[in-house]
């Protein structure tokens, strides 16, 4: 009986990780993923009481055509999660095809590299129990029911656990998506998750550093390398009264005091050095956080992608302005005229203010019906379990 039971579940496992149980269209509306989420409550709910869940090896490395013993029960897992079909046999202990192609369906729905191979990221996912899984995923859908108050419109979703940018129309329908670039992990630098409407784009911008930067990074950097303002086409300025003055970099070391102040300012000019790259996008916030371009290209090909100082950086900026700029985003599709302009800081004000939100979802449904799940990667999952813990205490 205990069998028949462990095989049902598997196999309901798959049909409602495959999609099948959910063959409308999903979409990022809230009320949406609310019900999905329900469905994946009840789901990880049963797979908690069943007790047939088992970790894996924390130091095993399974690669394909590979014969190992731990192979059975790896086989057991996925099909638990519903990425291996339940009539495969679990007694064989080949690494085969089949095993791979599950392997990669759960990377990515975890957000990992799909590559097949069980390393230490893929068995650090594999061994988060069912329990934690529905911790997770109440924990989300709460989320999903406290955006059911925002109207329905169009919006610049941003999913920072996910490091991507999704344009949804007004019913919740993604349109077109994009990697993005977020806030490191530390404190200081960590983008804040945060709604507002985007009014404006800048072209080919000048980049005023923040203080903090100012006084964290370059004044140290000038301390060992001079020439880092000039190469990288930086200019001082020192505020007297509602002017700035340029001023040599020599007064942020004569005048420490100017400079804990706040009266100093490095500007970037822009060019194809300048840390905003070609356009960036503007929302009103007291964080100073904008979406932005970059010249540095070569970080959208890491799988974890927290690298700024807390704006998001944008891997398609040119075809977003596009979409921002076209009141009709069906029939975008390439880049705006508008965006060929080649004057310095060149404002351009969106034909309608478009909403932007930094969201932090760690658990939701896809387009395609599959669950996924993302790392918390702010640590902010976990503050919140806390307080409604000790919420919790303090009413009982």
């Not at 985003?329 to 969106?350: F, H, R, V």
Request: proline share 7%; glycine share 4%; net charge positive.
């Amino acid at each position: 009986m205990r069998r028949w039971f462990y095989l049902w579940l598997a196999f309901f496992g798959f049909w409602w990780a495959s999609g099948a149980v959910q063959a409308q269209t999903s979409t990022f509306a809230p009320a949406r993923q609310v019900e999905l989420l329900q469905e994946a409550q009840q789901r990880f709910l049963s797979l908690a009481k069943s007790n047939q869940w088992q970790p894996v090896d924390k130091h095993l490395c399974l690669v394909a055509c590979e014969k190992a013993p731990e192979v059975p029960g790896l086989k057991a897992l996925l099909q638990l999660t519903g990425d291996l079909p339940a009539h495969v046999s679990e007694k064989d202990s080949l690494f085969d095809d089949t095993l791979i192609e599950a392997v990669r369906r759960f990377q990515r729905r975890h957000g990992l590299i799909p590559d097949g191979v069980v390393g230490p990221q893929t068995l650090e996912a594999l061994n988060v129990s069912p329990a934690q899984r529905l911790a997770q995923i109440e924990l989300n859908l709460k989320r999903w029911q406290l955006a059911l108050a925002q109207p329905a419109q169009r919006m610049v979703f941003v999913n920072l656990p996910d490091f991507s940018l999704h344009l949804l129309n007004e019913t919740g329908q993604p349109v077109w998506r994009t990697n993005v670039i977020i806030g490191q992990t530390n404190k200081d630098f960590q983008t804040i998750p945060m709604e507002s409407q985007i009014t404006y784009l800048v072209l080919n911008p000048t980049w005023t550093v923040p203080q903090s930067i100012l006084r964290r990074e370059i004044i140290p950097l000038l301390k060992h390398d001079p020439n880092y303002l000039t190469r990288n086409q930086m200019l001082v300025y020192r505020q007297d009264g509602a002017q700035r003055v340029q001023v040599s970099a020599k007064e942020l070391f004569s005048n420490p005091a100017g400079v804990a102040k706040g009266i100093y300012w490095v500007v970037q000019q822009p060019g194809p050095t300048n840390s905003l790259g070609k356009i960036k996008f503007m929302f009103p916030n007291s964080h100073d956080i904008y979406l932005h371009d970059t010249p540095n290209r070569t970080l959208f090909a890491h799988p974890v992608r927290a690298y700024s100082h807390g704006c998001v950086r944008v891997q398609n900026p040119e075809l977003l302005g596009s979409y921002l700029l076209n009141p009709d985003w069906a029939e975008t599709g390439k880049s705006s005229p508008l965006l060929k302009d080649n004057s310095l800081n060149k404002k351009i004000t969106l034909p309608a203010p478009v909403a932007v939100k930094l969201a932090y979802y760690t658990a939701w449904v896809d387009e395609k019906g599959d669950l996924q799940f993302r790392n918390d990667l702010y640590g902010i999952d976990k503050q919140e379990r806390r307080r409604l813990d000790t919420s919790l205490d303090t009413f009982h």
